[in-house]
Nanobody, 124 residues
Framework: QVQLVESGGGLVQAGGSLRLSCAAS????????MGWFRQAPGKEREFVAA????????YYADSVKGRSTISRDNAKNMVHLQMNSLKPEDTAVYYC?????????????????WGPGTQVTVSE
């Protein structure tokens, strides 16, 4: 069992940066692929980024590639998403999620545990 809580969301101007964090409970945190997803009003949830269990491999959606960096600290049970050059279209609720599988990291259905989400709003 893994419990996840996100933090770091807020209101930022276009071009600004935010660092989202996800705190995980449970001794098996290091066994899970960790991902970030987002959902904007009226839109479906979409994949943002994921990181392998060791942190050595990262995956990004095309929409954030080059502007975002995902990382994890297994000693502290933390996952971070650094987002730069934010755009209004990045506005969404951002969710942290944990998956026991090493494949299909961009598919929400493989993630077993989800946090409650943190709101990110990017103004013009």
């Amino acid at each position: 069992q893994v419990q996840l809580v996100e933090s770091g969301g807020g209101l930022v101007q276009a071009g600004g940066s935010l660092r989202l964090s996800c705190a995980a409970s449970g001794r098996t945190f290091r066994n899970y692929v960790m991902g970030w997803f987002r959902q904007a009003p009226g839109k479906e949830r979409e994949f943002v980024a994921a990181v392998s269990t060791s942190g050595g491999t990262t995956y990004y959606a095309d929409s954030v590639k080059g502007r975002s960096t995902i990382s994890r600290d297994n000693a502290k049970n933390m996952v971070h998403l650094q987002m730069n050059s934010l755009k209004p279209e990045d506005t969404a609720v951002y969710y942290c999620a944990a998956s026991p599988y090493y494949s299909d990291v961009g598919r929400g259905a493989v993630y077993h545990y989800w946090g409650p989400g943190t709101q990110v709003t990017v103004s013009e």
